[in-house]
Each structure stands twice: as structure tokens, then as C-alpha cells.
């Protein structure tokens, strides 16, 4: 998927005690700090899981005689959820979770080899830079609109339902600032757009695993701090609306999330895992899953995997967040193209059937006295493979414009239905980004149920298409599309051509929260 890539992603920051000193550092490595907090100093802080306070007692919602502390705001469909409906929500989900512990299968350790085809691709992308995917590139109006969702997905849902703007930043507990977890990394993409975050980042852990795409990501996050940590276009004024924060902590680490549990790296054990108990547990905040997460619905056990680590990695009321290809897009192609391929069927069966009936006849009508059955048999044109079927049989979906192309190797459900919902792969072309790289659906109801099974309720779902219709005049998210390049300035026109916005609209954007 295009736009993953770029740096020059930075958004505006919400809180205006955000505004820290500018002035650039010297070293280009993360050094780390021997003073106390300081909220000028921008260089990365080396990250201190013993600093991290307890976790805190879960905060009940408030009874209906009212004696239980406030219910903290959480945006969107959420906060609509009764109390009533929210609790009953988490005893089930718990009792899920039980079940799920007894049922979930067991990771085949032969299965646990991570598709070679795909590190293969990731490592093998070239690092072109961001002038030339900023000019040069032919699909520049797609990486910008791509980055500018993944952007509005961090701005809006990763801050803590309790963080208010410009609050936050003022404290100097290390503890109120994000624990971020970047599931499938890549070359680092998005450590302009955390390091914008409206709630500062404390510590970024990124896992890939392309140990290519790992080593550019390091080496990404080592050239923000040597420029005074500050990333994409904030560091060298184009965005400039104001300095970014200081510089977070950061570690990369080479590892196929969906094929292992991720608990044996020891920064994702020191900030908090837990398998699967049901108890009050330190852990990240956020876990993000960047254009990724389809890779796991390979097969049941590593769609498991993969929300085990998900769900164990994150603490209670932690976020994740993250886009995958929409399975209503896909389904309905699908269903469009078995329809026509049937018609086409039909037709061709229809024209052999009269051809023959055809054929039938003028030849009775030349040897009166043969049977039908020896007349019936019309003439094979040369070369013609008389198989039936075999032609069309060979068909199979696929569709796309000139800079995207999703093609299924093999059948695919006439209703666009995908069950079971794994190892549905396909193959997925896009200009300049990828090359026929393998990918399977990620059925969208299926998923949601599934996860909640790993007390991760959904909060949000929306097609690229529909975060643009809804955040194009947003207060902050519009002006940062004109500063991304998705529109002219002052409200102008799309910078994204429909062909652009047509492969755009292959992806959708989802939030859930860990309950
Ligand atoms: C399209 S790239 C997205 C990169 C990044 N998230 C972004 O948005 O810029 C997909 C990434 O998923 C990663 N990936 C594939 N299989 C994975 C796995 N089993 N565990 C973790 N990441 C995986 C690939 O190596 C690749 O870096």
C-alpha cells in the first residue's frame, strides 16, 4: 500500500503547551539524559519501566444513585454505550475470554514461519525518499491522502479518554505520556505522525518482520534526533506551524508478530504483557496496525496470535488502531464478478447447445439415414479445447485501474461471502508500492467477533472515503490535509486523482478499545 512510507507526514499538534523549544541537537544518536525532566531539552529519554506507576484500579461507571466517581469521556459511538450495556459487555466479555483460553488453537510451530514472500517484498521496497515521493511519484496525491488517514486515526484516537489538551504535557510524571506499540513498522513511516501526537509519546516500539525495513526504521528515527528530534517536514519548517515535542524513546526490533507471541522481547515484558488473565496490568496504551494486519488472516492461529498480542500487550482502556483492505469492497467485487462470470457462462453454454442443434440438423438433413447421436457431435475447431468450462474456469476475480490491481488465484464465493473467514489470499498490485504481493481478506464481522473474544471492543470502523467526508472541515484535520497535499490551500481542490481515490477506498480504518 502506498503512503505508508513517507516522513513528511507530521500534523498539527491540539495542545499548545506542546510548544517546546525548537533549537536542534548536535548528536546524532539518542543520548540519553542524566537531569531530571525537562521539557525543553528535546533530545529522546531513555525509556524507565520502573517509572511507570501502578496500574491503576479500573474506574467503575457511575451507579444510579450516583455515589461512583464521573464516567471518563471517551469519544465517538462509545460514549453513547449505557453503563448498564458496558458492564454486561465486559462480564461477557471475560467470561469470552475464559473460553476463548480453553479454545484458542495451538500455534503449530511449523506454522510460525513468517510468509518469506512478503519480507522478501518489504525488504526488497527501496528507500526513494521524500522529495521524489513527493514530486516524482505517480501515485504522490494517494501516499499523501493514505498518510493523511493514518495521521487523522492517530490524532483522534490515541490520546487517553482522560487527556485534555495541554494538561498532560505540563506534568512531569513520565507515566501520563503514551506507551505506543507500531505492529508491522515498516521503515518507520509513522514516527513523524507519533512524534505529533496530540498526547506526547513516551516510548514507540516498533516490530517488522522485514530486518531491512527494521534497520531503515532505527536508522529514520536515529537522523530526527540528530535534527533535534524532530521529524518529516516539522524539522525543516514546511509543516512549521510550530516545533514539535522532544524526541520519545524508540526501539525496533526484527519479529513476525502473527506467527509468535511477542512477550519474549524484553521492552514489551517491561512495559506489561499479560496472556489473556483478566486482571489490572500495566501495558501500552496504544497498539497500531498500519495497512498490516492482513497478513495474519493466513490461517485461524495466527488471526489468534495476533490478537493475543495485540490484547496482551495493551493495558485496559488501551487503544488499537489501525486500516486493512475492506472486506465490503472486496465481497462486492467478488460478488459482481462471479455474477458476470456466470452470465458469461450461461451464454457461452447456450450458443454451444444451439451450435450443436444447429449442427444436428444439417447434418440429418445431409445423411437422413444416420442416428442422432452419431449427427449430434459438432465439428472441433482446430486448437479449440473442447473441455468444458475450462476457459472461463480459468477466470478468476479480479479488477482495479491502471495504479491498483487485487487478483484472486483461485475461486472465490459467489455471494462475496468470505467463510471460513481465513487463508482467503489474493494478490495485490500497486504502482510503485507493491508487486503482486500475497494478502488475504480480513472479513470485517468476523474479525469484530473475534476480537471480541480478546476484550477488544470496537469503537470505530470507516472507509477511506468516509474519514475524508467527515474530516475534511475538521478544525485541525482539514488544514493538515492541504499541509499533507491531499487538497489545494484554503479549501481547494482534491489533490487526488479518482483513479487515486478509487484505490484509496480499497482500505478502511478501525479503532478498538481493550476492555
Ligand atoms: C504495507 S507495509 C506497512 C508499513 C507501516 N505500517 C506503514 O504504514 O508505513 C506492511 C508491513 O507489514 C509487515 N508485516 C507483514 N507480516 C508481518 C508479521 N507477521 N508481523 C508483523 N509485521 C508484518 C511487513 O513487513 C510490512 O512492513
Not at 516500539?205 to 529514520?220: F, K, N
Not at 487485487?406 to 468470505?418: L, N, S, Y
Amino acid at each position: 500500500m502506498a503512503g505508508y512510507d513517507d516522513r513528511d507526514n507530521s500534523p498539527p499538534r491540539r495542545g499548545k503547551d506542546q510548544e517546546a523549544s525548537s533549537s536542534a541537537a548536535s548528536s546524532s544518536k539518542p543520548r540519553p539524559r542524566q537531569t531530571d525532566d525537562n521539557e525543553n531539552d528535546e533530545l529522546p529519554q531513555p525509556f524507565d519501566a520502573k517509572k511507570l506507576a501502578p496500574a491503576k484500579k479500573r474506574v467503575r461507571s457511575p451507579s444510579p444513585n450516583g455515589d461512583a466517581p464521573p464516567r471518563q469521556k471517551r469519544p465517538g459511538r462509545r460514549s453513547r454505550i449505557t453503563d448498564a450495556s458496558r458492564e454486561q459487555a465486559r462480564r461477557a466479555a471475560e467470561e469470552r475470554e475464559r473460553a476463548t483460553e480453553q479454545e484458542a488453537p495451538a500455534v503449530d510451530p511449523r506454522r510460525n514461519v513468517i510468509n518469506d514472500v512478503v519480507r522478501a517484498h518489504y525488504n526488497a521496497v527501496p528507500e526513494r525518499g521524500r522529495d521524489w515521493r513527493k514530486t516524482d511519484s505517480r501515485i504522490k496525491g494517494l501516499r499523501s491522502f493514505n498518510n493523511w488517514v493514518k495521521s487523522c486515526i492517530i490524532q483522534k484516537f490515541s490520546p487517553d479518554e482522560d487527556h485534555t489538551p495541554g494538561a498532560l504535557e505540563r506534568s512531569t510524571h513520565s507515566n501520563k505520556k503514551l506507551l505506543v506499540l507500531d505492529i508491522g513498522c515498516g521503515k518507520g513511516g509513522d514516527l513523524g505522525k507519533w512524534q505529533q501526537a496530540p498526547q506526547q509519546v513516551e516510548l514507540y516500539v516498533g516490530l517488522d518482520p522485514a530486518d531491512v525495513s527494521i534497520d531503515q526504521a532505527r536508522e529514520r528515527y536515529r537522523s530526527m534526533a540528530s535534527r533535534g528530534g524532530h521529524g518529516g517536514r516539522g524539522g525543516r519548517g514546511g509543516y512549521g506551524r510550530r516545533p514539535p515535542p522532544r524526541l520519545f524513546d524508540a526501539r525496533f526490533h526484527t519479529k513476525d508478530c502473527f506467527g509468535e507471541p511477542i512477550d519474549d522481547i524484553d521492552i514489551v515484558r517491561e512495559v506489561g504483557f499479560t496472556k489473556g488473565v483478566i486482571a489490572e496490568h500495566r501495558g501500552f496504551d496504544v497498539v497500531s496496525m498500519m495497512f498490516c494486519m492482513h497478513y495474519a488472516f493466513e490461517s485461524k492461529e495466527k488471526a489468534c496470535q495476533m490478537l493475543q498480542n495485540v490484547a496482551g500487550a495493551l493495558r485496559k482502556g488501551g487503544r488499537f488502531i489501525g486500516c486493512i483492505p475492506s472486506s465490503d469492497v472486496i465481497g462486492s467485487n467478488v460478488e459482481k464478478f462471479n455474477k458476470e462470470l456466470q452470465a458469461k457462462l450461461e451464454k457461452k453454454a447456450k450458443a454451444k447447445a444451439e451450435a450443436a442443434e444447429g449442427a444436428a440438423a444439417a447434418a440429418a438433413a445431409e445423411n437422413p439415414n444416420k442416428t442422432g447421436s452419431d449427427t449430434a457431435k459438432p465439428e472441433q475447431e482446430d486448437g479449440e479445447v473442447e473441455e468444458e468450462g475450462e476457459i472461463e474456469g480459468e477466470e478468476t476475480a479480479q479488477w482495479g485501474n491502471d495504479i491498483y490491481r487485487v487478483r484472486f488465484p483461485g475461486k472465490t464465493p459467489e455471494d462475496g461471502i468470505f467463510r471460513p473467514p481465513y487463508g482467503w489470499k489474493y494478490n495485490f498490485f500497486l504502482h510503485e508500492a507493491v508487486e503482486e504481493v500475497p494478502e488475504y481478506v480480513v472479513p470485517w464481522e468476523a474479525f469484530r467477533a473475534l476480537a471480541e473474544n480478546y476484550n477488544l471492543e470496537l469503537q470505530y470502523h470507516k472507509s477511506f472515503r468516509d474519514v475524508w467526508e467527515t474530516e475534511k472541515d475538521d478544525r485541525e484535520l482539514g488544514p493538515l490535509s492541504e499541509r499533507m497535499g491531499v487538497r489545494e490551500r484554503h479549501g481547494g481542490a482534491l489533490l487526488v486523482s479518482p483513479e487515486e481515490m478509487e484505490a484509496a477506498s480499497f482500505y478502511v480504518a478501525f479503532c478498538f478499545y481493550r476492555v
